[in-house]
């Protein structure tokens, strides 16, 4: 499993170099992150918890994942929202209905 961070409404660059072009975990296999970088994976955004978005980004879950204690949706709320910006809460969003969804 894998993330990649799409857009950082924190410093409001989306741009690489800031939050934007973050992937991780730093366990995650080359062939996902090439895989999010054209584009694949399931949409998310990080809000803190004010309902402030924080970040946008995809999420890949594949079967042969490194072990990570907690669920994977979780991963890049546990990996990166929180410890670098105190983000408390991900939404998943649906393409077809642009709804988002809290887990």
């Known amino acids: 499993m894998a993330f990649l961070i799409t857009r950082d409404f924190i410093t409001g660059k989306h741009e690489e170099g800031y939050g934007a072009g973050v992937q991780g975990p730093r366990t995650a296999r080359p062939s ?8 694949e994976g399931e949409p998310f955004r990080m809000l803190d918890d004010d309902g402030y ?17 907690g669920e994977a949706e979780f991963q890049p709320l546990d990996c990166y929202g929180t410890p670098n910006a105190g983000a408390v809460t991900i939404q998943y969003g649906d393409p077809a209905t642009g709804v988002w969804t809290a887990l």
């Open 53 to 69: 978005v924080y970040y946008h980004g995809r999420f890949l879950d594949d079967s042969d994942a490194e072990a990570y204690v």
């Open 32 to 39: 996902i992150l090439t895989r999010l970088t054209a584009g």
